[in-house]
């Protein structure tokens, strides 16, 4: 059986639709929540005849990677995130890029030479690579209302795949690469008036009105650390909210917290756009960080870890 296991937001997922429009492939689903990349332990050593992984960082899947190139399992790697050491195993083929201005749709893109950059671009879009994405759209001659709807549906797709747990999602994420691998065009979602395009966009404006009330719990030219409640719609925006935030002010860094129901935080880490490096470096000094240059994450930071990381971020980027 193969296997393709894959982050569940928008880069994660558009990545695969890319692969899958050009090689169909019955396979085996293993996805999750966006903050759920320990995922290659789910796949069935006995099962697995090979495996495709997109999005989810090597360097946290070390062990279930070495189990499965020890077993002889063909594994074909992409990805962008923090990789540790890569296996030289003539059963490994990685594709690992940690440019702060890539992603792995872009790199899916890259390897299928541009078979599907439409998907490409409203990957990079959802993953707030907002140059790269212009890039290549302008690359291949996409109009400016193309290009509009295909930054929204990114953000869409990456605002769907945020959640404490799968029942925060309007969509597993499963399901809703089911949903648009349907789709050898991502623009016939706009016509489609019943597609999940426009579910997707009634939820993310309902959800991010009530954002706009965020807590400051600090805030200087440098860093802006913002608080949202535990509600399932904050735990919907805390990655998308991140970004519009980068958007509006890209010299200064942000951390989203979203208040957990154990009293520690789930917190989003977004680099300046102006200066896309080091949330990786900042998040890593707690126990449960991990991401990229760019963009990172605490999966459980303590409340009384809270001051110490807003004084690890600011004193990062003063």
């Not at 396979?27 to 069935?44: A, E, F, H, P």
């Not at 994420?173 to 008036?193: F, G, Q, T, W």
């Not at 650390?225 to 958007?247: I, K, M």
Request: hydrophobic content about 40%.
């Amino acid at each position: 059986m193969h296997y393709d296991v894959f982050n569940g937001d928008a880069d994660g997922i558009l990545a695969l639709v890319q692969l899958r429009l050009t090689d169909p492939k019955e396979s085996q689903l293993i996805t999750g929540v966006k903050r759920d990349i320990s995922l290659l332990k789910r796949v069935d050593l006995e099962q697995a005849s090979s495996v495709t992984v997109l999005d989810i960082s090597m360097e946290k899947n070390q062990e279930a990677l070495s189990s499965l190139l020890d077993n002889k399992v063909p594994v074909f790697y992409v990805d962008h995130h923090r990789s540790g050491e890569i296996s030289a195993s003539e059963y490994l083929s990685a594709n690992i890029d940690l440019d702060a201005n890539t992603c792995t749709s872009l790199l899916v893109n890259e390897y299928l030479n541009g078979a599907h950059y439409l998907w490409a671009i409203a990957a990079a879009f959802g993953d707030n690579m907002t140059a790269s994405a212009i890039a290549l759209a302008e690359k291949h001659q996409v109009n400016e209302d193309d290009q509009r709807f295909l930054k929204d549906l990114g953000i869409y797709v990456n605002y769907n795949g945020y959640g404490r747990t799968v029942d925060d999602l309007h969509f597993r994420s499963e399901a809703l690469y089911r949903l648009l691998v349907k789709y050898a065009n991502p623009l016939e979602l706009r016509e489609d008036k019943s597609s999940v395009f426009y579910q997707l966009e009634a939820a993310y404006q309902q959800d991010m009105a009530k954002a706009a009330d965020a807590q400051v719990h600090f805030s200087t030219p440098v860093a802006k650390v913002l608080e949202l409640p535990d509600e399932a719609w904050a735990r919907r925006v805390s990655g998308v909210y991140g970004n519009q935030l980068a958007n509006e002010a890209p010299d200064t860094a942000h951390g989203v917290l979203t208040l957990n129901a154990d009293a520690t935080y789930t917190v989003s880490v977004r680099a300046p756009l102006n200066n896309k490096q080091g949330a990786d470096k900042v998040v890593c000094q707690f126990e449960t960080g991990g991401g990229r240059a760019a963009a990172a994450g605490i999966n459980a930071l303590a409340e009384n870890e809270l001051q110490r990381f807003i004084d690890t971020l600011a004193s990062y980027y003063s």
